[in-house]
């Protein structure tokens, strides 16, 4: 056994986890604040790309960036205006299906304005490769820079996220919406308000992530397809938990990096896809509502 | 109540439309039907194959006004690279203009296969220009398929053939590492069995790592590279799967010189935004290039500079544009071979194909396509309906596409057994009898 | 006025009980079938055969047997896909293996191989509920894809991994034509759309939405939890497994896993969401929805004489779609068979509502 690969396996499923945390956490944040399982988020991911990187064409990175900030919160103001509001009180699936068509809107409108091509995002990442501890193990383990400065952006933004829950009175709204709405909206909380904002939050989460899937793989279509590697993350994690989308990222990334690497060549391999879902549907199993998701208790 | 009236007065309304299909006026025209996708995970691939189609079709009919008098006409249908949608195109498109549709081109190999099944009955002849069923060139058995100027059976036998070139002959390829990464497709798998039959013959070995549709995740796979280090890393990608590729190979620290692509992960989608990232990687060509010839000015001149080009003019010249040209040119070539022999009318697909099946096209010819330098000859027969079988390697510098060798030649010896061995086998299953080409 | 129930009177249990009560619904639904049958194949073109009736009947086919799982028994799937290409390739591998199968026996083993499947992925729902199970079904909709991708045997070891149907031939009879694959698609479809509307009228489709409504509360009740989720997933994949056998065989005629990816699966999905959940009539109007919306909005400006890029044809139509989607969940959350019922009863009351 080469120790030397498998920590570099283990590495890069890790660095791989942290990425789908970043599509992850957009998915639970929405389900958290308001119980809809928001499909839209790979085609929010793409979208945020797209704009950031065509205004990039024409200012620096910067306003760019904040100008993309603003058109997310627009979009979070607009759905919750043309798609939450009407559809309050229904069930679950309803909302789950809105955010479909969602999906479809967003990748037509976004495509439309910006664009079907491939564009190159550079936001100054590294691409070449650091080699560790060479004098330990035979050929060094190797780390991805890229990786690495993604997995800095990603811990920065759980950082954020978690002062703004913890310390903040929106913060507070926002995880009273999430415990009980009416019980919440009885406070004098304003749930339409809460929504705009978990959106907009969600929206910002997924221009993050969109910036740094896109400057690994380049904007486009594409991009809005990473929502279903995010998806076994999301349920192992367990949809109401941000933490839980953490952990999850990293068991996932991890999990499906050694079964590819050291199953896959028995059965002749692309297995990390469905091992993925296999991985968390095992979780499942032993706990229904994943690692760190609410109990819940079906009372009659 | 009303809203329900109003929706369904506009569905009976699309319905009636769907139903009338369309009466045409008898003109002399020819009809040719245009399967893209322009939009999808596949889409930056997609449009400028499809914009270099139609900009040849345009330039036929603004510079010639037409092929020999008979104007061109065409309609674009999206498929979205899904088997399901090029069905419906295929059904939609194929009775249009006089006399019906000339040829498909279904620019996919999942419809490539599920219209190989379609043609026969309707008489249309189906163009895959680099692409489709590799032993589909056995036209005896596969009397409507027409995988002109190279399968991915001659693309991988080159491919290994300009290794061991350079690895300085047969006998040096012996304990040699080859890894072929591919799309987890119909597509990505075609030239496995080709490989295969080269690993047996000169004892490489050959390590298979399929990437699941559409591969933006590729990490484990390159870990594998990293830890088996071959010799060369073959890429049989599309689309996102390719830059992908590109950026994972420097995470590994894979040298880019020794990764060679398909002539379908050799375009400038796939290397741009990898950046620098795919300096010095290498593709099997289509034959042609990125390079602009006599043909790219008269696009500009006839359709471009009047306002009309399909695309944007910098795309003029790229590697899938200069596909989608040769692609038409095919067409348009095929058209004018059929018209030799049954007259400067338009022409049926049935007639279309005698002319896909007949085609000569040689220097001279090449000359006054204005594509000289881009393509070798081309000449098909009732046994070959691929017309040529030879490729080049170019390479990536950072900033164009540049040759890197010289032409070579599918080894018929590998390949012609194993296409009668496969064609023989369709049409065991399908019952079909072979036609007795010595009498055509 | 015409459609009035005055007058019919029912004496009996079984009167009471049959499957279109009102005598108007019973001369309407033999009236559609006939005109399916008979009149439909004398005016129809090719294309309308092959690249709508015939995707639509199948698709509405495998809508019906997705409903009675997510409508009827509340169990989202979304690995409808899947269970299509466990069907698709069942058919196949019996088709080649023992030419000698009678077309219609090769359909329903496929379906049996693809109830076997099904219920094996659908056992997670004894335990998992909601969006976790959907997402769960996601596994079996990824590893089967791959598993046929990547298992010879299945293929029968064609080296792309790209199989082709056989001709079809049913005592005798070779169905190639479209009129001909249109008849037999219809025939099958109208013998499940019958099977399906008198499950649910039977105990086990009271079971199954007794289940759906609230699982606890029908466990309670007396309904085992563990028949009503694996009978509803059995027979729900069954007629997903002919739905796949038919869409490969007659449809595609030549197929790859791609053509049963996830796409697939949301598309089900959508059908009976946009039809209606719960109701059989709502799956054939959802797939007529879904099949024919997209096809018309990308040929509509082509008839109305508009000049549009296809790009931007192909975009709006996912635009136009997807807000239509939207639009359709605000306006009747119950799908278009509810619209319908809307529809009818008004009827009954017209022209004097009160």
Redesign the interface.
Same mark, same amino acid.
């Given at each position: 056994m080469?120790w030397g690969?498998l920590l570099?396996?283990i590495l890069?499923?890790l660095?791989?986890g942290v990425l789908y945390s970043l599509v992850a956490l957009g998915f639970v944040l929405i389900y958290k604040a308001s119980g809809v399982?928001n499909f839209a988020q790979g085609a929010m991911v793409l979208f945020a790309a797209l704009s950031l990187v065509r205004l990039m064409e024409h200012m620096p990175f910067l306003a760019a960036f904040v100008l993309t900030l603003a058109i997310m919160v627009l979009l979070a103001i607009g759905i919750e205006r043309?798609?939450l509001r %009407?559809?309050v009180n229904?069930? %679950?699936?309803?909302l789950?299906?809105?955010t479909?068509?969602?999906?479809?809107?967003?990748?037509?409108?976004g495509?439309?304005i910006w664009g079907?091509?491939?564009?190159?995002l550079?936001i100054g990442m590294p691409?070449?490769?650091i080699?560790m501890a060479e004098s330990l193990v035979n050929g060094g383990i @190797?780390v991805?820079k890229?990786?690495l400065y993604a997995a800095l952006i990603a811990a920065i933004l759980v950082a954020g996220l978690a002062l703004f829950f913890q310390k903040t009175a929106t913060g507070r709204a926002l995880r009273a919406v999430a415990d009980d709405h009416q019980a919440a909206q009885s406070v004098g909380i304003p749930l339409n308000r809460i929504w705009v904002i978990v959106w907009a939050v969600s929206g910002i989460v997924a221009l993050v992530a969109g910036m740094v899937?896109g400057s690994?793989?380049?904007v486009?279509?594409?991009?809005s @397809?990473?929502a279903?590697?995010a998806?076994?993350v999301?349920?192992l994690g367990g949809?109401e938990s941000v933490p839980g989308a953490i952990i999850g990222g990293l068991i996932i990334g991890v999990g499906?990096?050694l079964s590819?690497?050291y199953l896959? %060549?028995y059965?002749?391999?692309?297995?990390?896809?469905?091992f993925a879902?296999?991985l968390?549907?095992l979780f @499942?199993?032993v706990r %229904?509502?994943?690692l760190f998701g609410e109990k819940h208790i079906?009372?009659? | 109540m009303k809203m329900n009236l109003r929706v369904s007065a506009v569905a009976a309304l699309g319905a009636a439309m769907i139903i009338s299909g369309g009466a045409y006026a008898q003109a002399n025209e020819q009809f040719v039907p245009v399967l893209v996708y322009r939009t999808g995970p596949y889409a930056p691939n997609g449009v400028p194959v499809a914009n270099g189609f139609v900009d040849y079709l345009k330039l036929i009919n603004a510079r010639d006004g037409g092929i020999n008098g008979v104007k061109l006409t065409w309609e674009e249908c999206e498929t979205g690279y899904a088997t399901d949608r090029g069905i419906e195109c295929y059904e939609r498109l194929k009775g249009k203009g006089p006399t019906g549709a000339t040829a498909f081109n279904p620019l996919s190999t999942g419809i490539t296969y599920a219209l190989t099944e379609k043609v026969g009955a309707d008489k249309i002849p189906l163009f895959t220009t680099g692409y489709g069923r590799s032993e589909s060139k056995d036209g005896s058995v596969f009397k409507w398929n027409f995988p002109f100027m190279g399968t991915y059976w001659v693309a991988a036998d080159i491919l290994v053939q300009h290794v061991t070139k350079k690895e300085g002959g047969a006998d040096k390829m012996k304990g040699k590492k080859i890894a072929l990464v591919y799309h987890d497709s119909p597509y990505g798998k075609e030239p496995i069995p080709v490989l295969q039959e080269h690993a047996k013959r000169l004892g490489f070995e050959l390590l298979t790592l399929p990437v699941t549709h559409p591969g933006v995740e590729q990490k484990a796979t390159w870990l594998q590279i990293r830890q088996q280090r071959p010799n060369y890393v073959f890429l049989w990608g599309w689309g996102v799967m390719n830059s992908t590729a590109m950026k994972e190979a420097i995470a590994v620290g894979y040298p880019r010189s020794q990764m060679f692509g398909v002539w379908w992960a050799g375009a400038e989608p796939d290397v741009l935004t990898a950046d620098d990232a795919a300096k010095g990687y290498n593709a099997i060509t289509l034959q042609h290039g990125a390079e602009k010839t006599t043909v790219h000015n008269e696009i500009i001149k006839h359709v471009h500079d009047k306002g009309q080009g399909t695309g944007e003019k910098k795309e003029i010249g790229q590697v899938l544009y200069n596909r989608g040209m040769i692609s038409a040119m095919l067409v348009v070539e095929a058209v004018r071979s059929a018209q030799g022999k049954f007259g400067k009318k338009p022409l049926k697909g049935e007639e279309v194909r005698w002319g896909a099946e007949n085609l000569k096209i040689d220097a001279a010819r090449i000359k006054a396509l204005g594509m000289e330098g881009m393509i070798q000859p081309i000449a098909t027969s009732c046994a070959d309906h691929e017309g040529a079988q030879k490729a080049r390697i170019h390479s990536w510098d950072g900033d164009k596409w540049s040759f890197t060798s010289d032409w070579y030649q599918a080894d018929e010896k590998v390949l012609g057994p194993m296409i009668a061995a496969a064609s023989k086998k369709y049409a065991a299953e399908k019952n079909i009898t072979p036609r007795d080409c010595s009498k055509e | 006025m015409l459609y009035r129930e005055a007058g019919q009177f029912r004496t009996t249990y079984q009167a009471d009980q049959q499957l279109f009560p009102i005598r108007q619904d019973r001369i309407a639904v033999l009236l559609l079938l006939a005109f399916a049958f008979a009149v439909v194949p004398l005016f129809a073109s090719e294309y309308l055969f092959r690249a709508i009736l015939i995707p639509f009947l199948i698709l509405a086919l495998t809508a019906i047997g997705l409903n009675l799982l997510v409508g009827y028994c509340g169990q989202i799937s979304l690995g409808t896909g899947a269970f299509m290409a466990v069907g698709a390739y069942a058919a196949y591998n019996f088709a080649i293996r023992v030419p000698s199968l009678n077309l219609l026996l090769v359909f329903v083993l496929a379906g049996l191989v693809a109830t076997v499947v099904g219920v094996l992925f659908g056992t997670p729902s004894l335990r998992i509920k909601g969006f976790y199970l959907a997402v769960a079904t996601l596994a079996a909709q990824f590893f089967i894809d791959w598993l046929f991708a990547r298992v010879g045997w299945f293929t029968n070891y064609t080296p792309s991994g790209s199989v082709t149907a056989p001709q079809l031939n049913l005592f005798g009879w070779t169905i190639d034509s479209p009129t001909e694959k249109y008849w037999l698609v219809l025939a099958i479809v109208c013998l499940i759309a019958l099977a399906a509307k008198n499950l649910t009228r039977s105990a086990i489709g009271r079971a199954w939405m007794a289940t759906r409504d609230m699982d606890v509360a029908a466990e309670i009740i007396g309904i085992r939890p563990i028949y009503a989720k694996l009978s509803a997933f059995a027979v729900s994949s069954f007629f997903i497994g002919i739905g796949g056998a038919l869409w490969a065989f007659v449809h595609l005629g030549s197929w790859e896993p791609l053509a049963f990816d996830i796409n697939r699966s949301f598309n089900l999905l959508f059908m009976i969401i946009i039809g209606g959940l719960g109701s059989i009539l709502g799956a054939f109007l959802g797939a007529a929805f879904i099949t024919i919306l997209p096809l018309f909005l990308n040929q509509l400006p082509a008839w109305l004489g508009i000049n549009v890029s296809t790009a931007t044809i192909s975009h709006m139509e996912f635009m136009i779609f997807g807000a239509l989607i939207v639009f359709f969940l605000i306006v009747e959350p119950l799908g278009l068979a509810r619209l319908w019922t809307i529809g009818k009863e008004k009827l009954r009351l017209w022209p004097f509502p009160h």
């Open positions: 080469n690969f570099e396996v890069g499923g660095m791989a399982f043309l798609v %009407p559809l229904q069930a %679950p699936i309803i789950f299906m809105a479909i068509g969602l999906t479809y809107f967003l990748d037509g409108f495509q439309t079907s091509d491939v564009y190159q550079n691409k070449e490769p080699i @190797l991805n890229e990786d899937w690994k793989l380049g486009q279509f594409s991009l @397809l990473i279903l590697k998806l076994p999301v349920i949809f499906e990096k590819e690497v896959g %060549p059965v002749g391999g692309g297995i990390e896809y469905w879902y296999v968390a549907l @499942l199993l %229904p509502e994943g079906d009372r009659v | - | -």
